[in-house]
């Protein structure tokens, strides 16, 4: 079945110790997303990949960064983890829009709950 | 800029009971998308409706339906004769027309705990 795919579901790490959590789709979808979630708040984007193209929210902190290397893999790399990064990370995907449709449904993968020490 | 609220932070229903999620939101945009998502306990979003600004019909599903109204601005949520694997927390979500046409992420509303007890 086409899917979102994250790995790892949970990853603990210490505090400064860059992280990098995966995606991967078989969707063939054109934009990825990478959402934070923290516990009981909604998903917060972070940035996303139109095809090679990447757009970073305003808020998004520095600490933040991403990479796609081809079109099925994104990955979302935490350079110095803080305590306040702890979250679940859901990693989203779309087609890419067309005239008819400017927007089109994302897919959620089923998110890395990540734990800082 | 957009806003999605959904006012109900937590709602509790004995199974069988018919329960409305409400979601109101704001856009300066006149084509605009939005969406319901369920979250279960294990992480996952899971995608139940899209709809565009263009289109007030509303939408039944089974057990579910969506009421759509442009002049409150609102987007509801109704689960008819509620399970107890309808338990989630629920997002309503907003997607404005990125300009030039491009993909724009989700402003989600803070979601609505629903617990239907047995």
Redesign the interface.
């Known amino acids: 079945d086409a899917m979102v795919i994250q790995n790892p579901r949970y990853q603990v790490t210490q505090f400064g110790k860059p992280v990098t959590l995966s995606c991967s789709q078989t969707l063939n979808h054109n934009?990825m997303?990478w959402?934070q979630q923290k516990s009981s708040?909604?998903?917060?984007?972070l940035f996303?990949y139109?095809d090679k193209d990447f757009n970073n929210?305003a808020d998004t902190p520095d600490n933040f960064q991403s990479r796609r290397p081809n079109t099925s893999f994104c990955f979302l790399d935490i350079r110095s983890p803080g305590l306040g990064d702890a979250a679940?990370y859901?990693c989203?995907t779309?087609r890419?829009?067309g005239?008819a449709?400017?927007?089109?449904?994302?897919?959620?993968?089923?998110?890395t709950?990540l734990t800082v020490l | 800029a957009q806003k999605v609220t959904q006012a109900q932070t937590e709602i509790s229903v004995v199974e069988k009971e018919d329960v409305t999620l409400d979601c109101v939101y704001e856009t300066r945009d006149t084509t605009y998308y939005l969406f319901w998502y369920k979250q279960p306990p294990s992480g996952e979003l899971v995608f139940l409706i899209r709809r565009n600004s263009f289109d007030e019909q509303n939408e039944i599903s089974g057990r579910y339906s969506w009421n759509f109204q442009k002049s409150t601005s609102s987007f509801n949520f109704t689960i008819t004769a509620s399970q107890v694997v309808d338990s989630a927390v629920y997002f309503c979500a907003l997607s404005e027309m990125y300009s030039g046409g491009g993909a724009d992420g989700l402003t989600f509303g803070k979601g609505t705990h629903l617990i239907i007890q047995p």
């Open positions: 934009v997303y959402y708040q909604a998903p917060k984007l996303h139109y929210e679940m859901l989203a779309s890419v829009p005239v449709a400017p927007t089109d449904t994302q897919y959620f993968g089923p998110g709950r």
